[in-house]
T-cell receptor
C-alpha cells in the first residue's frame, strides 16, 4: 500500500537558520510528489511538486525539494527561514487517478 | 475566480444528526475530493469524483455519502453523525489527469457531541 512518512512531528529552528523537512514515501510506480503548507486555521497551499525530469525542484517562498529515487525521499529545504514560515508542512504522493496520500505532517516553529 | 469554497466554516452537531457539507469550485475542474484532517494523521481521502455522475470511495468512506450532479458542486453528507466524525473537512479540486495540483478549500471544522 502507498504511504508517506514524515519522521519529525515538530521541528524548531532559529530565524535565519537553514531548514530541512524529511519525507519518505512508499509507492510502486514513478511517483508524483508534493509539498503543501498549512497556516493555522487555513487550507493547504501547494509549495512545489515533482513529476519527472530534474530531481531538484524549486517552489514558492524560497523552498526547494530534492527527489532521490534510491532513498524514496523527497526532502524539503530552505536556506534561511523567516518567522512567517511557521506552519504545518505536509508531504504527499499522488497515486492512481489523482488521489493524494498524505504524511502526518511536520509542525515548524521558528525562534526569533 | 473564487476557487474552492466550503460552507459552513464551523458546525456543531449532536450524535445521530445528519448534515451536508457544501463544496463548490469555479475552475471547471473534473476531479473533486473530500478529505478529513485529524491531529497526527495528516489528511485522509473520504470520497472523490472524476466527473459529474461519477463518484468513488477513498480510504475512510464509512458514514459519509457523496453525489456529483454538476461539475461545480460536490456535497458531503453525514448520515448519522458520530463523535468519531469530529474533524476538519477539506474539499479539493483539480484537473483529472494525474499529477495536477489540487486546490483546497478553507475547510469546515465539525464537532459532534
Amino acid at each position: 500500500a502507498q504511504s508517506v512518512t514524515q519522521p519529525d512531528i515538530h521541528i524548531t529552528v532559529s530565524e535565519g537558520a537553514s531548514l530541512e523537512l524529511r519525507c519518505n514515501y512508499s509507492y510502486g510506480a514513478t511517483p508524483y510528489l508534493f509539498w503543501y503548507v498549512q497556516s493555522p486555521g487555513q487550507g493547504l497551499q501547494l509549495l512545489l511538486k515533482y513529476f519527472s525530469g530534474d530531481t531538484l525542484v524549486q517552489g514558492i517562498k524560497g523552498f526547494e525539494a530534492e527527489f532521490k529515487r534510491s532513498q524514496s525521499s523527497f526532502n524539503l529545504r530552505k536556506p534561511s527561514v523567516h518567522w512567517s514560515d511557521a506552519a504545518e508542512y505536509f508531504c504527499a504522493v499522488g497515486v492512481e487517478g489523482n488521489k493524494l496520500v498524505f504524511g502526518a505532517g511536520t509542525i515548524l516553529r521558528v525562534k526569533s | 475566480n473564487a476557487g474552492v469554497t466550503q460552507t459552513p466554516k464551523f458546525q456543531v452537531l449532536k450524535t445521530g444528526q445528519s448534515m451536508t457539507l457544501q463544496c463548490a469550485q469555479d475552475m471547471n475542474h473534473e476531479y473533486m475530493s473530500w478529505y478529513r484532517q485529524d491531529p497526527g494523521m495528516g489528511l485522509r481521502l473520504i470520497h472523490y469524483s472524476v466527473g459529474a455522475g461519477i463518484t468513488d470511495q477513498g480510504e475512510v468512506p464509512n458514514g459519509y455519502n457523496v453525489s456529483r450532479s454538476t461539475t461545480e458542486d460536490f456535497p458531503l453528507r453525514l448520515l448519522s453523525a458520530a463523535p468519531s466524525q469530529t474533524s476538519v473537512y477539506f474539499c479539493a479540486s483539480s484537473y483529472s489527469r494525474g499529477g495536477h495540483e489540487q486546490y483546497f478549500g478553507p475547510g469546515t471544522r465539525l464537532t459532534v457531541t
